[in-house]
């Protein structure tokens, strides 16, 4: 069953100087992703990775091509598709409790139920013993968790993802993708993610999505083997990642000035 | 060791306590009688300052000139929802941008007369005096606050389901909340400040009236006196928004700056 | 009529009326209720009748209720009797000018005080002894004046009469009178008018009067009142009217107490005992009480150099002649006040010499009994002042 | 396609044509004759300031109200020495701090009384009074600059050979400039808007004394062209260093601020 | 030769609060970096691995010990010890051209030398057409190439590394890391590279340190068999990064909360 399908999408931006001119973002990228399945983008900064994600969201609004979340053609924000930001936009005058019930105190569901609701995911992203903090006092790392959480807690068709654990040491990088593992694991999730690793992208998901340089297209969408229990150094395992990262560096650099 | 947090505060005062005592010993013993007048010592003003303590005079200026302060605050806190809506709604802004451009850099002293036509003599014209100088600083603050509101804090909740209003009410306010609070900090101040011009027309009390009266007399220390007391109030006034709403706030950095 | 009786300060009792429910209604309907009342307390002498008018209960035993407003100038004060906030002020008599120029419907109703000391003072230590001596001031003396105020006219015409040009001997600086006052260094001379002269000559003794503006303005200061009062509530006005009368009897029996009033009002605190003591004996005493009768002709004529001057300068729109000071006095209300003390009007102030016959255009003018040649106050009833027998402080005068 | 941003600038003043509309209508339809004296309508005031204009007149006051508050600002511009100076060394900002603190709430025209004191009557008391309005805004935003200083430009420049005095004068003192410009075009501001307590005492020219003195003859036309030259030309000096400052330092964040 | 020598030193932190505690942030610190010598430190966030880079630089003083610089005692910051900082710290107001100028102007150089100096350094980090460009108007790499240039135009003794690569993108990582093998084989230099990428210390180090949790202690030094020459995914590849990764995931977590 598909959970969300990409048509023929196109995004031309304004130029934001009066003088400068229209920059053509993405270019006819179509992409499905079906129900409880991990989706990864690659590609190089400013191919538009961003972009089509914030199209997904309703963020923005194609400039051609269409858009369908389970069916349903996206015409603007929606709890059916919550996103995790890389720098967690947690709201910094809530606790993790109330960051992680805002969704459920906007559809209205009683305080009783919120309650259950919330401290099953805190305990989901470990959470439990932190719902009284409020963001400044947690780390990196603890922020995001708050950030999954929310994002989970309002039982989206599609979850997205950009870029969630780029502002992590790599320690903490890697002890963050081992949890969403175990995240998905537990609760079965359609998720987008936008990476520039790609060693998470091999780690964490069924198919990925190599875009070419700006204006993005899709250049090849690879599916994983053994999603999600590939074992690092394996034979396998380098050769999927030799393969996208020749696909990535095939790409040449047109332009370092911004 | 509050002995020695003490000393350390006493130690920012040394400049200050040489400069009084500069002061006072010019004033004694090198300007000439009527310059004297002109520039009391330190404990001319201190008696000045005693007196108007004893008499009890002083704490009725300080209490009408407050009162005025806060009643002009609450009218001037309409700046908020205003600041709001033009922070939103750029076609609205567009609209009321240009008046409020033009209008704020003119003094709120040059608006007496005006203020006269409109409110007459009395509370209401001192008030709106002080009025102007609080308002500007609150919208122009409450709209900047707006438009900085981090954009990944509403898409945030858009993504949750939280339509227009809920984005305003839930996420706009809260996150702008710091920095409106920072504007209420600098109006009150500006407003403050204002109170001089203010209590020009009208009143029979107030600091700015306690200076004012004095000047037709000459009465040097208490023009000190008053002056002191705004300076000192005003002081107060700032410290007291800062260190309640940094109590209140603990999670804004813009109120630590 | 001819057997009224007076009250131990010579005011008819029985005579007092109170408005009426209409009146009241009509202000009240105009939102002129209670009524407001504008005027300047540094400038102490001549508000002393505001104030015993106000405390002594004048206005409100006939059945005024009224609320005094202090303000610092007087040009702050046409500002609310043009919006109509206040209904009745008083000034000098430029802001007056300034309200018959723009035509504001306003009528004099009494005059408040005549000869105010407009006066050029020097640092007591000066070498200057008259106003002749700074003719070839190098580099030019600077004179401290609030510029456009009735100083100024008095420095410009005493200028003219002693040969001395401004902006070469001379250069006038704005300054309001407090900081004049304290004669700051820098400055050569300044020219304040009283309660300022009397502080720094008499308390301060910080300076000295080297010129006085009396030879080339004769002074007056008025009440007036906004013209729909007196079209629509004649009797508030002659209220108004008599309460000024009776204002000025009592402080004329009761000086002493008069300055307890004053000291009472927030304004004047910090003026000493003796200074407002001064005032009144200047300004309330000096002079026979019915100056406070508003000859229109008369004050018109006194007042039309000046008309000529700020035309001239540019500073009213209009060439104001005394007819249009006359015009501008209504005393209907005065007359029937006169009426009631049995006191005849007058056509010349008591001040001016029987003989004077100066034409107002001349200046300066022969000497006249003002408060710096002059400490006896004159003597009041005399000859034909009466039209009836009156009394006052027991003492009974016959017509 | 210079006609549509023509028409794009021109669709912001909708609400003010509004505004003034209804304020000429007012004031010839609503207003009593009496009122009106005191509130002209937009055409009695334009008539007041083409007179002004024609006798060149207000060309004087502006002139001489701009050379005032640039005279001031030079003296003021102590406060970024002074700021620097308070910003590196945390020993005399401890001591100067107090003092500053205390006077800054002062409102200006509370220092008249004083300020003719110590400067006479003229145009340095003028200046002063202005200079008060343009001192502390560049003092406190030279002081914060410095502090804010990114700490790895100053490691940068130390570990490339940099002492201390080049130190400030090749970093902080560079990357204190755009706030430090910000505190001018404040203090620029402030100091403008002092003009009416400034030009109170002692002046016979500028736009603060054009107000005050068509005050006492109750020319409430030109007070209005006075309040609306004010207004008006702080708006375009605020404009001019904001514009200029962008040009000159395009690397500065601070500035588009 | 040794450039640098570290020896026994310990850094304590008064605390930031009044009422908060000093922080021990390292203890027992020693190592040596021979000349011409690349030395990588790596450790998980928060165990001191800044602080040593600072205490090196001259930016902090030790509590106790003692660091030497080609085999004078470290008194403050100098030029023989310059840094490249993660956030580039370029001066904003400076050309790229007056950015690496910078060092060489203090020094009192004249001006023609300097020209030829600052050429050739731009040259040798490939911004040779970008000199009057303004740090904002480059790229985050071209931006870390210009800090890099300007660091070692004053020919310290040793180059100090804090995370230079951390703010790129994958992609653009994994070029700056040949750049930096490239300018290295053209200018032989000491440098102490703090990295939180096992991957990057194997392909650029001589000597690697590992360090433990806070307070940080020098848990392991590691030579690399054949420095910038191994190949990634060869079997001696993997056996090294698996070394690292076992001794850092070796650190337990204690401090999760900040
Ligand atoms: N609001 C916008 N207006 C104009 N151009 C934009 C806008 N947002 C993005 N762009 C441009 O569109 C292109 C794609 O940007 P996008 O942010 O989607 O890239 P990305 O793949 O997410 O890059 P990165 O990996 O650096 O995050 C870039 O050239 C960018 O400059
Ligand atoms: N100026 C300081 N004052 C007090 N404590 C400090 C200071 N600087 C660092 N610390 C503390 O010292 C410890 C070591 O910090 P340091 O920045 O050296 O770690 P790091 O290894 O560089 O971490 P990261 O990988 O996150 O950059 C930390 O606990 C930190 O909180
Ligand atoms: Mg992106
Ligand atoms: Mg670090």
């Known amino acids: ?258 | ?257 | 009529q001819n057997t009224a009786k007076f009250n131990d300060y010579g005011w008819p009792e029985g005579a007092d009326e109170k408005i009426s429910a209409k009146s009241v209604a009509w202000l009240k309907e105009k939102g002129w209720w209670p009524l407001q009342i504008a005027f300047q307390p540094p400038w102490s002498g001549q508000n002393t009748v505001n104030l015993v008018m106000d405390k002594k209960g004048f206005l409100s035993k006939r059945g005024i209720e009224s609320k005094l407003q202090a303000f610092p100038s007087g040009p702050a004060i046409n500002e609310v009797i043009i919006s109509g906030r206040f209904q009745f002020g008083n000034g000098g008599n430029f802001p007056f000018t300034s309200l018959v120029d723009k035509n504001i419907p306003v009528k004099t109703i009494a005059v408040v005080n005549v000869n105010l000391l407009h006066a050029m003072l020097v640092p007591i230590d000066s070498k200057i002894k008259s106003f002749k001596d700074f003719k070839g001031s190098n580099p030019p003396a600077t004179i401290g004046i609030v510029t456009g105020s009735s100083a100024e006219f008095y420095v410009q015409a005493a200028a003219k009469a002693n040969g001395i040009e401004i902006g070469k001997d001379i250069i006038l600086k704005n300054m309001p009178p407090g900081e004049q006052m304290a004669m700051p260094k820098g400055i050569d001379a300044v020219v304040p008018w009283d309660p300022t002269p009397t502080i720094m000559t008499k308390e301060r003794k910080n300076a000295r009067i080297i010129s006085d503006s009396f030879p080339y303005n004769i002074y007056a200061g008025t009440f007036y009142a906004r013209q729909e009062v007196i079209d629509n509530a004649p009797d508030v006005v002659q209220a108004f009217t008599d309460a000024i009368a009776e204002a000025t009897l009592w402080i004329r029996k009761n000086p002493d107490e008069a300055v307890a009033v004053m000291q009472e009002d927030p304004n004047l605190k910090n003026y000493s005992k003796e200074i407002l003591r001064q005032q009144i004996s200047d300004y309330n005493l000096l002079y026979k009480p019915n100056f406070i009768y508003p000859i229109p002709v008369f004050w018109g004529r006194a007042n039309e150099p000046i008309y000529t001057w700020l035309y001239e300068n540019k500073r009213i729109q209009n060439k104001l002649t005394g007819i249009d000071f006359a015009r501008a006095v209504d005393t209907r209300f005065m007359d029937k006040t006169f009426e009631k003390l049995g006191w005849a009007t007058i056509t010349r102030p008591s001040f001016l010499p029987e003989n004077w016959s100066t034409p107002m255009d001349k200046t300066p003018y022969p000497t006249y009994m003002n408060s710096l040649n002059t400490s006896k106050p004159q003597a009041f009833p005399e000859k034909g002042d009466l039209t009836r027998d009156w009394s006052f402080a027991g003492k009974v005068y016959k017509k």
């Open chain 2, 1 to 257: 060791m509050p002995i020695i947090n003490f000393l350390k505060q006493s130690r920012r005062l040394v400049l200050l306590i040489i400069l009084l005592a500069s002061w006072e010993y010019a004033s004694r013993f090198i300007l000439d009688k009527t310059e004297a007048t002109l520039l009391p010592p330190p404990s001319g003003v201190a008696k000045g300052g005693f007196e108007l303590l004893q008499s009890g005079e002083i704490w009725k200026h300080v209490f009408d000139s407050l009162s005025r302060e806060f009643i002009a605050f609450c009218y001037a806190s309409v700046a908020i929802p205003l600041g709001i809506v033009m922070g939103c709604f750029k076609w609205i802004n567009e609209q009321v941008d240009p008046i409020v451009e033009i209008l704020r850099p003119i003094p709120p002293i040059a608006w007496i007369p005006l203020s006269i036509l409109w409110f007459g003599v009395g509370n209401v014209q001192n008030q709106f005096i002080i009025f102007l100088g609080i308002f500007f600083p609150i919208l122009l603050n409450t709209i900047d606050a707006v438009k900085n509101v981090e954009p990944n804090l509403i898409r945030a909740a858009r993504c949750l389901g939280a339509q227009s209003w809920g984005v305003i009410t839930r996420v706009v306010l809260r996150a702008a909340l710091p920095q409106i609070v920072t504007g209420v900090r600098i109006g009150l101040g500006v407003g403050w400040m204002a109170l001089v011009a203010a209590e020009l027309v009208g009143a029979n009390s107030g600091l700015g009236f306690l200076i004012n009266d004095a000047r037709t007399v000459l009465r040097t220390d208490y023009i000190l006196v008053g002056m002191l007391s705004i300076g000192l109030i005003g002081l107060c006034l700032d410290r007291l928004i800062r260190v309640t709403s940094q109590k209140l706030m603990p999670w804004s950095r813009a109120l630590n700056g």
């Open chain 1, 1 to 258: 069953m598909l959970a969300l399908k990409v048509e023929h999408v196109r995004k031309i931006y304004p130029s934001m100087h009066s003088k400068g001119q229209e920059v053509l973002a993405i270019e006819d990228v179509s992409m499905n992703v079906n129900k409880n399945e991990f989706c990864s983008i690659l590609g190089h900064s400013g191919c538009g990775k961003t972009t089509l994600l914030n199209l997904i969201a309703g963020f923005e609004v194609p400039s051609a091509g269409r858009i369908e979340c389970a069916g349903k053609e996206v015409k603007g924000p929606g709890a059916d598709r919550s996103m995790v930001f890389q720098d967690y936009a947690l709201f910094p005058w809530l606790t993790v409790f109330d960051n992680i019930a805002f969704g459920l105190k906007i559809k209205g569901i009683s305080s009783s139920e919120i309650n259950q609701i919330v401290m099953r995911f805190a305990a989901l992203v470990g959470l439990s013993q932190f719902t009284t903090h409020y963001p400044h006092q947690l780390s990196g790392g603890m922020r995001q968790r708050v950030s999954i959480a929310r994002a989970l807690v309002v039982d989206p068709t599609v979850l997205l993802m950009d870029e969630p654990f780029a502002a992590l040491d790599a320690q903490n990088r890697a002890l963050m993708q081992a949890e969403m593992i175990r995240i998905l694991n537990e609760e079965s999730k359609t998720v987008v993610l936008v990476t520039h690793s790609i060693e998470e992208a091999i780690n964490l998901s069924d198919v990925i999505v190599v875009m070419t340089r700006r204006p993005g297209k899709v250049k090849e969408i690879i599916r994983v083997p053994e999603p999600r229990k590939m074992v690092e150094d394996t034979p396998a395992y380098l050769a999927i990642r030799r393969q996208i990262r020749d696909l990535i560096a095939g790409e040449h650099d047109d332009s370092e000035v911004r």
